[in-house]
């Protein structure tokens, strides 16, 4: 029997001998799915709906097209970085480094501390990449349950910190999935918590344009705290750009483990026009915002539907049976995604992308007929 035999016939493949070469944790993982949108209404990855106007669409295809592609980045990525810098008002005595999205930051950040006996903390649910890079990094990761509501547990965390000392605590502000911007109050008392007992406090506010709050204005009162931001849900998620802030001495470190030219030249000046028509993404941040919170009214109307309170572009919603809403929605050609089996406190949990005006539409009428 052939080779090609014993593949359609699903008979084991004998094992590669360079298979001992790869960890066995890397083994037992799965690739990160990205799921094939496809001709589909598109409301699974807080992408931001909206597109450039045509005219600034044109302006920027020919800014892109008179780049010198056959040269490394060069000066350009220091004026990203002190634009960005201006444009959320970074406190004096604080740098800003960049990063390939803010999953290269999270995966630098664990390289960096990953020091003998390290640990990183996170509240559960959380972004996947926290405990992602952690365990790449041969890091140990703990996680915190939050509330049944999806708020902090407090008692919980600040034990948690007492007891196992992380290097990291991320704080996600607002949190995905849940969308939850947590209570100033218990957030400080962590803040400071964590900074007596010689850690760094990681603010991920990647959610940042759809949030009521921001911690930038807090950060310049502490010597631990960093505060990560993408411009993903900005309106760039296809150029791939986080950014982090922190002081000067601190980023200095993390900045070691940074490859060099991470940020692609197009990459770089793509965010620099993006920062220079701030206001066409400012008013398409507020229209998401307005479309939220007519979402979310709408759905709290259907029978046996929960909705999170949320300060992201999303909407966490739980139902009497997720995956088959999920499905139901998909034959109707709307992608959402089923976070159900996240973690058990999502059970029966889908979360919604805030879309345009017609997308919701789509996406409420479809819900409610697979429900």
């Not at 008002?89 to 960049?98: A, C, K, T, W």
């Not at 990560?228 to 750009?241: D, Y």
Request: negative net charge; glycine residues 6%; aromatic residues 6%.
């Amino acid at each position: 029997m052939s080779d090609n035999q014993n593949l359609s016939s699903g008979s084991p493949i004998p094992s590669s001998p360079w298979l001992k070469h790869i960890r066995q944790d890397v083994q037992s993982m799965h690739a990160y799915a990205i799921q094939d949108s496809t001709g589909m209404v598109k409301l699974d990855a807080m992408e931001n709906p909206f597109s450039l106007p045509p005219e600034l669409q044109k302006q920027l295809g020919e800014r892109l097209g008179a780049l010198a592609l056959n040269r490394y980045p060069g000066h350009r990525i220091n004026v990203l970085r002190s634009e960005l810098a201006k444009y959320v008002q970074m406190p004096e005595g604080f740098d800003i480094m960049l990063g390939n999205g803010s999953d290269e930051l999270i995966t630098l950040l664990s390289v960096a501390c990953d020091v003998p006996g390290a640990s990183i903390l996170a509240p559960l649910p959380g972004f996947v990449m926290y405990a992602m890079s952690a365990q790449l990094q041969g890091v140990t990761f703990h996680g915190v349950p939050l509330t049944a509501n999806f708020e902090l547990d407090e008692a919980a965390m600040l034990s948690a910190i007492a007891t196992h000392k992380p290097a990291v605590v991320y704080l996600a502000y607002p949190n995905n999935p849940t969308g939850t911007l947590w209570n100033a109050d218990a957030i400080e008392r962590i803040v400071l918590a964590q900074g007596q007992q010689g850690g760094l406090i990681v603010m991920d506010e990647a959610y940042q344009p759809f949030a009521s709050q921001t911690y930038m204005d807090q950060i310049a009162r502490h010597g631990h705290v960093l505060l990560m931001r993408t411009l993903s849900k900005f309106g760039l998620a296809g150029v791939r750009l986080g950014y982090m802030v922190g002081p000067k001495a601190l980023i200095a470190e993390i900045d070691k483990v940074r490859p060099p030219y991470n940020i692609s030249v197009l990459n770089c000046e793509c965010a620099l026009f993006a920062l220079e028509h701030a206001e066409v993404f400012a008013q398409q941040a507020a229209q998401i915002r307005e479309e939220r919170e007519k979402l979310s009214h709408s759905l709290a109307l259907l029978p046996g539907v929960q909705v999170f309170p949320s300060q992201a572009n999303m909407l966490l919603v739980r139902m009497p049976d997720a995956t088959k809403c999920f499905e139901g929605m998909k034959l109707k050609g709307i992608l959402v995604k089923n976070v159900s089996k996240m973690h058990p406190l999502l059970t029966n949990c889908l979360r919604l992308t805030v879309g345009t005006p017609a997308e919701n539409a789509h996406m409420l009428a479809a819900l409610k007929e697979s429900l």
